[in-house]
Structure formats: C-alpha cells, structure tokens
C-alpha cells in the first residue's frame, strides 16, 4: 500500500522508522518548493538516493575530479561514452579502469548519505512512498546502507546541528589554523571521539602542558585547513558530508586549534566601493533609527495621558511570553523523543524520566522555564503532554495531544 502525507503529520524519522521495520521495498519521494530527493528501499535497507536540484550522477562526477580520484579529462570521455550507450556514469569509470570498484562504492556512500541527511534538516514538505521493484543507481557496485545506522547518525545530526550552525553559520567561511598553539603539542587517538562525548557541554581549551588530542578525522580536516578554502572546499577534499565537516571544525575551534579567518579575499574595485558606500549607508541609517528611538522616548515620557514606565508590567508581560514559547519548544522536543522511543522499543514510556535515562532528552528539558515538571498521561489510544503558563494554570497553547503511532500493515 502506499503512504502519503506532510512531514508535519509525520516525521521523516517515523517514516524511515517504518519502512526498516516492516522491510518494504519501493520508493520514497520528499517534495518542497525547492528540492524533490526521492531515495529506493529494498527490504528495508536504502540502495539509492537521488535530488532533482543535484543529480546524483553529476555529485558523483564533480567530487571524483575534486577529490583527484579522476581528471577532468577522463571525466569528459566517460560522459561521452555515456551519450552513446545510457550506461550509469559509475559503470562506465570503472569499466574504463578509471577508477576500482571499491572506490567507486566508497564515493557513491559519502554522495547518498549526503543527500540523506540534508533531508532530515527538512522543516516542510510532502512525502509519498510508493511499494515497487526498482533497479537502484549503481546496483551493481552499492553496498545497501542500514536504515537503522542512518536513523541514528540523523538524530544526532538534528540534536547537534542547531548548536554547530550558531559558531558555522555558513558554508562559505574560511578558516585559518591558530598560531597560538604549537603543532607538535597535537597527539592524533580514537580516544579523542571519547573525550568529545564526555565534554559536550563543557568548553575544551588547551591547559598549559597538556596535549591537544584529536581524531584522526579532526587532523585530516586540521591539515587541509590553509586559509584559502572554504568550509564547502574542505568537505570536497577531505570526502566529509556538510555536518561532519562542521561538527569537527566546531571541536577544532573549541580546542582553540583554528579560528575564523577575519579578513576575506579581497574584492574587485568595485565591488570595494559598494562596500564602502554600503557600509556608510548603514552607518547613517542606524544613527538615524538611533535618533528617532531617542525622540521616541522623549515623547513618551513628555505625554501627560502616558502611564507607561520602562519598568511597566508590560515588561513581566513579555518576559512570561518568551518563556511561554521556550517552554512551548521544550514541549515538541518531548514529543519527537516520544515518537523516536515508541520506534526503537516499539512501545510508549509510562514516564518522562525514562528519556532521560535511556538518552533521548536531557534532564533539564523535562522542565519548565520557570523549573516546573511537564505532566505526561499516557491513554491506550493517544497521549497528553501538559504544560503551564507563567501563573501555574493550564493552558491550551502548552498542552500537546497526539494519537498513538500506527505501523504500516506487512506486506503479504
């Protein structure tokens, strides 16, 4: 049977979820106004993924010539071939003994998890799947992936990425090793990925005397770094997906081993004039949003009918707002790790303090701003997540009721 919705209804999660469980077999198709990815399932496992804005063959053939595993040349005789005989780009680069069959599979994994968890960072969007048999892209020389294993590596992509974007906000920055920190004090161990997880939450500077340790992919990233590239050139040529690239320039930066470059290429002519004029623009138009706030002001305070102080109850007003929707966004998170612990034990925790125990949350997500606990009531049909306003009193606008998930019927 076919599933179709909106990723509003129903996560991409829950989907991937359900298609490795029930082992379906068939295609996914996710649409928004800007992209349409659709990845094939078999018996549960992905064999392909593919996007109408990058096709995945022309990914396939840029990062090959940025990566130096081909020429630019050989690339070009492939394409050529391809014109004449339809074959799939990857089939014809290793018949032509371009490239191995191993490398070619290794390059085709970075290309399809890419496309996947740039997905999960979807906010909207419509989802259909439709159960067929279908020939993957590259069939012959793909590994099918573990969903499950996806599942995970995107969950965290959604729980660090948030985090990471704050300190990368783009992926056209460039960075520059510090000069601050001797080279020889880095010791290169797996243990590093360890001490990462221990000290999530904790800033990682360098103590005076004690070697800097690094993954092995940290240092491979750390060498590449020359303060020409962007943080796009540097996912190319060290073979990291967008997050991975960002999550270890993000631990690099903690250890204080790289920084943002301050200064950019420096522009043409003209564009150094638009700058400057732009630059000056802005210049006066603050001083000028500055002076009307401070007559603003003036004039408030100089109108007899005005009751309003800086320190008016307006003010508690709009801080017990801002809690309202900090607490409303605390509540959602609730919610997903709900969704996420019913398709791992394939069944509803009786209490919040088991997301927590189990992972899925932080302790301090099952409380409120104000440092009140949400109330969880858990039906045969549906659960209640409720929370409170700034007076302690229930309130429609923090209180979350969802049907309990129905699997996809197997396959007969």
């Known amino acids: 049977m076919a599933l179709k919705g909106t990723l509003k209804d129903f996560g991409l999660p829950d989907i991937f979820q359900l298609l490795s469980l029930q082992k379906k077999t068939g295609k996914l198709t996710v649409r928004s106004n800007q992209n349409e990815v659709s990845i094939t399932f078999r018996n549960g496992y992905i064999v392909s993924a593919d996007s109408l804005q990058d096709p995945l063959e022309h990914r396939l053939g840029y990062l090959l010539v940025r990566r130096k595993v081909i020429t630019m040349e050989q690339l070009k005789k492939a394409l050529e071939v391809q014109k004449e005989t339809l074959q799939h780009l990857g089939h014809i680069l290793v018949s032509l003994r371009f490239l191995t069959a191993e490398k070619l599979q290794k390059y085709l994994q970075l290309v399809i998890t890419q496309k996947i968890y740039r997905l999960f960072r979807w906010k909207e969007g419509e989802y259909y799947f439709e159960p067929r048999e279908e020939k993957a892209f590259q069939d012959d020389y793909f590994v099918p992936l573990s969903t499950q294993a996806i599942l995970m590596e995107a969950v965290r992509l959604l729980d660090e990425w948030p985090l990471i974007k704050k300190k990368i906000p783009s992926l056209e920055l460039v960075f520059e090793k510090s000069r601050r920190i001797d080279p020889s004090s880095i010791v290169v161990s797996e243990a590093a990925e360890e001490e990462v997880k221990e000290e999530k939450n904790k800033a990682l500077a360098p103590s005076i005397g004690r070697p800097l340790i690094i993954s092995p992919q940290a240092h491979l990233l750390y060498q590449a770094i020359d303060g020409t590239r962007t943080v796009k050139d540097l996912m190319d040529s ?14 690099l930066m903690d250890k204080q081993l790289i920084r943002i470059k301050s200064e950019e290429a420096k522009p043409s002519e003209a564009k150094r004039v638009r700058l400057q004029i732009g630059a000056l623009t802005s210049r006066f138009l603050y001083l000028l949003i500055i002076a009307l706030l401070v007559v603003g002001v003036l004039n408030i305070f100089r109108n007899p009918l005005n009751t ?3 320190f008016s109850p307006n003010t508690s007003h709009m801080v017990s707002t801002m809690k309202e929707s900090i607490s409303r966004g605390r509540m959602q998170q609730i919610a997903q790790s709900l969704t996420i612990y019913f398709l791992t034990h394939v069944r509803y ?9 189990e992972e899925f949350l932080q302790s301090h997500n099952l409380r409120d701003p104000w440092g009140r606990d949400y109330h969880y009531q858990l039906f045969s049909d549906r659960y209640l997540l409720i929370g409170f306003d700034s007076q302690g009193r229930r309130s429609a606008q923090l209180t979350i009721e969802k049907p309990l998930i129905l699997a996809l019927p197997s396959e007969k």
Request: hydrophobic share 30%; net charge negative; with cysteine.
């Open 238 to 251: 060290c073979g990291f997906n967008d997050f991975e690239t960002c999550r270890l320039l993000s631990q």
């Open 308 to 310: 309003l102080t800086p």
């Open 349 to 357: 925790p009786t209490d919040l303090s088991t997301l927590v125990r």
